[in-house]
């Protein structure tokens, strides 16, 4: 049968550990006082009361001096190492109160997780790198799921957004653009208009995708039809296919922008064919001090990725 240990914790409080931690540490009552801040009498009253529940004497004066007795002794380790857990505590709720540690849960759609928040996070991380964060890159219906559901703390996502269980926030302004070898011949234009598309092949999104109504208005509202010869899901995939000469893609062009491609450039689109970046939290959920930190360097960067 295994034998069990003493059960301290019912005879001994957390002032009782202090007082006999300050005395074993100091070496007299007058010195543990001090480094208390408390007054000698309280300190000897203290360690009285902890002597009584005990029922054995763990200082005895020498020479004007506590000494430890054995059993002191045999007691300080265990001591030692509640205090250095109340330390450990404490700098842990410092940090989070600051936010310098603390988890964070983020998720985006592709463009955004690999462009905006993979450089606010990085960014961030510089200054707190105790923070733990999670990024998922996923569409937005599921980026909205993931928010409500409380799955994540923040989402980011193209417009539109609509639940009444979010608020949501203008971040950035994005637009299509027509990313482009810098051989192409349209690459020495300033900009690009449809009508200059109209002889190229085009690379564009699948027409269930988020930005392809987007694309789709502006071709209208100008009149063209354009040749488009490869249809896509994500931006990245469009970014690639121009790299390789499969076409001019009309995409958004922010991770092009994050991780350039050499050969490759991006032109704008005139008329502008814009759409807002929205910051997405749920209404009800807490927010701790990491998540409003995070919040607010995300809002200070968003602004550096409006596309001109």
């Known amino acids: ?38 007054t000698q009498p309280a300190v000897s009253a203290v360690l009285k009361h902890l002597e009584s529940r005990l029922q054995m004497p763990l200082f005895e004066r020498v020479n004007g001096r506590l000494r430890p007795t054995p059993e002191a002794e045999a007691l300080l ?11 450990a505590v404490e700098r842990l709720s410092r940090d989070l109160a600051g936010g310098l540690r603390g988890s964070l849960s983020l998720a985006a759609t592709s463009p955004l997780a690999n462009g905006l928040l993979a ?46 269980e979010v608020e949501t926030e203008v971040l950035a302004l994005g637009s299509i653009a027509c990313v482009l070898p810098e051989s192409h011949p ?3 234009q300033a900009s690009i208009s449809p ?22 208005k502006a071709m209208s509202d100008a009149g063209v039809a354009l040749n488009i010869s490869v249809e896509v899901g994500l931006s990245i995939t469009g970014i690639m296919l121009a ?3 499969a076409g001019i893609a009309l995409v958004e062009p922010n991770l092009l922008r994050a991780l350039p491609l050499p050969g490759l450039t991006s032109r704008p689109l005139v008329p502008r064919v814009e759409f807002k970046s ?13 998540v409003l930190e995070f919040v607010d360097h995300l809002r200070g960067l968003a602004p550096s990725f409006d596309e001109i």
Do not use: C, W
């Open 77 to 87: 380790p265990d001591v030692a190492e509640i205090f250095n857990r109340l330390d």
């Open 1 to 38: 049968m295994t034998r069990r240990a003493p059960a301290l914790i019912t005879m001994l409080n957390l002032r009782h550990i202090e007082i006999f931690h300050a005395i074993m540490r100091t070496g007299s009552i007058t010195a543990a006082a001090q480094s208390l801040n408390v």
């Open 119 to 164: 450089q606010a996070v990085a960014s961030f991380m510089q200054v707190r790198p105790h923070a733990k964060v999670a990024l998922q890159a996923l569409g937005s219906p599921l980026v909205l799921e993931r928010v409500i559901n409380r799955e994540v703390d923040i989402g980011v996502a193209y417009e539109p957004i609509i639940s009444a």
């Open 186 to 188: 349209l690459a020495a």
């Open 243 to 245: 790299l390789n000469g």
């Open 278 to 290: 929205l910051l997405i939290l749920n209404r009800s959920a807490p927010r701790s001090r990491i």
């Open 195 to 216: 009508a200059d598309l109209m002889p190229y092949s085009i690379v564009t999104y699948l027409p269930q995708a988020l930005l392809r109504p987007y694309v789709d």
